[in-house]
């Protein structure tokens, strides 16, 4: 477990319900990856990530998936992409990616509390 943190320090990380609105392979990466662009609605607008997700998923099938990202994390230069956010995911039995998703609809843009 990490160290304890206060919950001003939780309200510090702001995560965002998302729609993936396009997804691409990204070969170029160290580790098999997918480039995505993910809406937050009008006042976060689009932003892109990539994301170690190959085993459970491939890009035809992400448009039009909700994720939950972190929205506040400065952009990081991840090979020749800029990503933005980091979108969140809890690992498998084998320690493989599985996003995060709302199990309900929701608004886009929504903030996690």
Same mark, same amino acid.
């Given at each position: 477990? %990490?160290? &304890?943190? %206060?919950? *001003?320090?939780?309200?510090?990380?702001?995560?965002?319900? !998302?729609?993936?609105?396009? $997804?691409?392979?990204?070969? &170029? =990466?160290? +580790?098999? =990856?997918? +480039?995505?662009?993910?809406?937050?609605?009008? *006042?976060? !607008?689009?932003?892109?990530?990539? =994301?170690?997700?190959?085993?459970?998923?491939?890009?035809?099938?992400?448009?039009?998936?909700?994720?939950? $990202?972190?929205?506040?994390?400065?952009?990081?230069?991840?090979?020749?992409?800029?990503?933005?956010?980091?979108?969140? !995911?809890?690992?498998? &039995? *084998?320690?493989?990616?599985?996003?995060?998703?709302? *199990? +309900?609809?929701? =608004?886009?843009?929504?903030?996690?509390?």
């Amino acid at each position: 477990m %990490t160290p &304890e943190i %206060t919950f *001003d320090d939780f309200l510090k990380v702001d995560i965002r319900v !998302g729609q993936i609105t396009r $997804a691409e392979p990204y070969p &170029e =990466a160290r +580790k098999p =990856a997918i +480039k995505l662009w993910v809406d937050f609605g009008p *006042d976060l !607008g689009e932003r892109k990530s990539s =994301a170690q997700i190959t085993k459970h998923y491939v890009p035809e099938d992400l448009p039009g998936r909700n994720v939950m $990202a972190v929205v506040n994390f400065p952009p990081r230069q991840i090979g020749k992409f800029m990503s933005e956010i980091l979108v969140l !995911g809890v690992p498998d &039995e *084998d320690g493989e990616v599985v996003l995060l998703t709302p *199990d +309900k609809d929701v =608004a886009i843009g929504g903030r996690l509390y």
